[in-house]
């Protein structure tokens, strides 16, 4: 299995994979930059080099890069978008430069001007970042359609990947809390959901999923996250998740309200359980 958990990348990279072993992870996600700002740190080629050396070592999975918060590629505010062009361009190549396979980020809120506007603003924004010459790929995370929020369709997230220049290095990053607060029934009838999923856009395009309990009850549209086996969502269809044979061979990205110590009891108590 290949899981791990959202890490903090403060203290660096080479000390963030020195804690993924501790941990007993072998993947974890980071931001690419600050969550809820602009800025970011450019590692040393000692860094570099320590952390590409730990994951080879103790052969870690994929890891996965996180977008900003504050980047909305749907907005129709010009200084928002143009921001969020800049944040998505930047990142795509830093992440690709570092090895890291794969990077997530919200699809964003339309504020107004409608989905298919939307859905038009960030297929604009990922054809400016993407020239089909990376390694990464860029993951749409599905969301929970709180708001003017797109992605809480899987239909708005093959409208997306259709629309753009080079849709091969265009993923999907699925998440329990957020597919479940959006009205996909994961609990009761998962099977059900993956083949809705399939036939929209195909499981081979999914590359990750975000393992996360639900503060939150089926279809309230709201993005809380709950520890594992503690949410509407419950241990036994979480781990349902976790065995079922078209996503048990993905990698597993826990980002439940617990410090590294809780992570790494809610990873040891899940391989346990599996």
Known sequence: MIIGTH???AGGLEKTAKNVVK????????????????????????????????????????????APYTMNLASPKPEVYEFACTVIREDVARMDALGIENMVFHPGSHTGIGVEAGIQNIIAGLNQAITGKEKITVLLETMTGKGTEIGDRFEHLKAIRDGVDHPERIG????????????????????????????????????????????????????RHATIG?????????????????????????????????????????????
């Open 7 to 9: 890490m903090s990348i």
């Open 23 to 66: 941990m007993e992870a072998n993947t974890m996600q980071i931001f690419s930059r600050n969550p809820r700002g602009s800025n970011f740190k450019v590692p040393s080629e000692k860094e570099v080099s320590e952390f590409q050396r730990i994951r080879r070592e103790n052969n870690f999975g994929p890891v996965l890069a996180h």
């Open 172 to 223: 999907i990053c699925l998440d329990t809390c957020h597919v479940f607060a959006a009205g996909y029934d994961i609990v009761k009838n998962l099977d059900g959901v993956l083949e809705e999923f399939d036939k929209a856009l195909g499981l081979d395009l999914l590359r990750a999923i975000h393992l996360n309990d639900s503060m939150t009850p089926f279809e309230s549209h709201k993005d």
């Open 230 to 274: 503690n949410g509407e969502i419950g241990l036994e269809p979480l781990l349902n998740v976790l065995r079922h044979p078209a996503l048990k061979e993905l990698p597993f990205y826990l980002e439940t309200p617990l410090d590294d110590a809780g992570h790494r009891d809610e990873i040891k108590m899940l391989k346990e359980m599996i």
